[in-house]
């Protein structure tokens, strides 16, 4: 049996279809058939083969991983086969844990897989999502999604993940006073929709996408603010009277420039986003504002079923999903990149 792929064949290009032969689960290994993998800004790193650290400075990620290389991590389908100790039903509906680990090292033993040493990540470092097949280890790593839409299912094994996690880690802060939520990609308006179902007051949210921050404000956002106006810090400060928790979904000198700008003295920001870039500020800020910059990375295997467990009970819905056929793959990151994509695009396969 041949497996169909949108290959990364070289870093820097576009991705390319290869075909190869779709692999035979042995031991616990189960062999899933995807049907739908949503497409994450993370992609556009794997692609470039580098990481963006400020000024000429580049975290080269190009290291262990052959070329072909399957790129997705969003995975939703059907189980097709298993191996002789993976107690697993062929034909059942899964969305599939991608942040696996080594379960030898420190982070594993605690369950903190998605920031393992030694991680086999789907679409990081062995095979994704962007085909027909996708090999996972064990069983363990597959979640029953029902009732929940298919791509909604994938788009929460990162996106929604990523943001479930973050907000998480500002419960301690999210009652006092509302959440801010810098970044309006697909992890961001994620991020807005589980803020709204796990804490009290709708959230204010940033972007320097109008349409973006307009998808905001329709989903719920108490208030929307463009950081690139020079007036929008000191709008938010007197709306607010200061921000206790804010998220960076965006990752870039400017969006944490802008969050860390409007906190209130004991404030919190989570930073997840990747974008890129150098930040600096004077050390005296930290005690004299009481202040915490947090990063966090996806999340864990048992914070994947939480979200999952919280998405069904409180019937949270999901932000926009777009559905592209596989072939579309390169030309959604390259959508992705300008960015023309509010929310997110999921392949179907």
């Given at each position: 049996m041949q497996m169909h792929r949108q290959?990364?064949?070289?870093?820097?290009?576009?991705?390319?279809?290869?075909v190869a032969d779709a692999p035979r689960p042995q031991g616990s290994e189960v062999l899933v058939r995807i049907e739908r993998c949503g497409v994450c800004h993370s992609d556009l790193h794997m692609q470039d083969g580098y990481f963006a650290l400020g000024g000429d400075k580049k975290l080269d990620v190009r290291a262990g991983r052959t070329l072909p290389f399957t790129?997705?991590?969003?995975?939703?389908?059907?189980?097709?086969?298993?191996?002789?100790?993976?107690?697993?039903?062929?034909?059942?509906?899964?969305a599939v844990y991608p942040w696996i680990g080594?379960?030898?090292c420190a982070a594993c033993k605690v369950g903190d897989e998605n920031i393992c040493t030694a991680p086999r990540h789907l679409g990081t470092a062995v095979d994704g999502g962007f085909a027909?097949?996708?090999?996972?280890?064990?069983?363990?790593?597959?979640?029953?999604?029902?009732?929940?839409?298919?791509?909604?299912?994938g788009v929460l094994m990162c996106s929604g993940l990523t943001a479930y996690a973050a907000l998480k880690?500002?419960?301690?802060?999210?009652?006092?006073?509302?959440?801010?939520?810098?970044?309006?990609?697909?992890?961001?308006?994620?991020?807005?929709?589980?803020?709204?179902?796990?804490?009290?007051?709708?959230?204010?949210?940033?972007?320097?996408?109008?349409?973006?921050?307009?998808?905001?404000?329709?989903?719920?956002?108490?208030?929307?603010?463009d950081p690139s106006d020079p007036n929008a810090r000191k709008?938010?400060?007197?709306?607010?009277?200061?921000?206790?928790?804010?998220?960076?979904?965006?990752?870039?000198?400017?969006?944490?420039?802008?969050?860390?700008?409007?906190?209130?003295?004991?404030?919190?920001?989570?930073?997840?986003?990747?974008?890129?870039?150098?930040?600096?500020?004077?050390?005296?800020?930290?005690?004299?504002?009481?202040?915490?910059?947090?990063?966090?990375?996806?999340?864990?295997?048992?914070?994947?079923?939480?979200?999952?467990?919280l998405v069904r009970a409180k019937n949270i819905a999901p932000p926009p999903i777009a559905e592209r056929p596989l072939d579309q793959a390169s030309a959604t990151l390259d959508d992705l990149r300008a960015g023309k994509i509010v929310g997110r695009v999921v392949l179907t396969v």
């Open positions: 290959s990364l064949t070289a870093y820097g290009a576009p991705l390319c279809e290869t790129l997705g991590h969003e995975i939703a389908g059907r189980i097709e086969s298993a191996g002789p100790d993976a107690n697993a039903k062929s034909g059942t509906k899964v080594c379960g030898q027909t097949h996708v090999l996972v280890p064990h069983p363990r790593y597959l979640i029953d999604y029902a009732p929940l839409n298919q791509g909604y299912a880690r500002l419960a301690d802060r999210a009652e006092r006073a509302p959440l801010l939520l810098v970044g309006l990609g697909g992890v961001g308006l994620m991020g807005l929709a589980l803020a709204r179902a796990m804490y009290s007051a709708a959230p204010f949210v940033a972007d320097i996408n109008a349409k973006k921050r307009k998808a905001a404000l329709a989903a719920g956002a108490a208030e929307a603010f709008a938010l400060l007197k709306l607010s009277g200061g921000i206790y928790a804010a998220c960076d979904f965006a990752g870039s000198d400017a969006s944490l420039n802008f969050a860390t700008g409007v906190l209130a003295k004991g404030g919190k920001v989570v930073v997840t986003g990747l974008i890129g870039g150098a930040y600096s500020t004077a050390v005296a800020m930290f005690p004299l504002k009481a202040m915490t910059i947090e990063g966090t990375t996806t999340g864990t295997l048992a914070e994947a079923r939480e979200l999952t467990d």
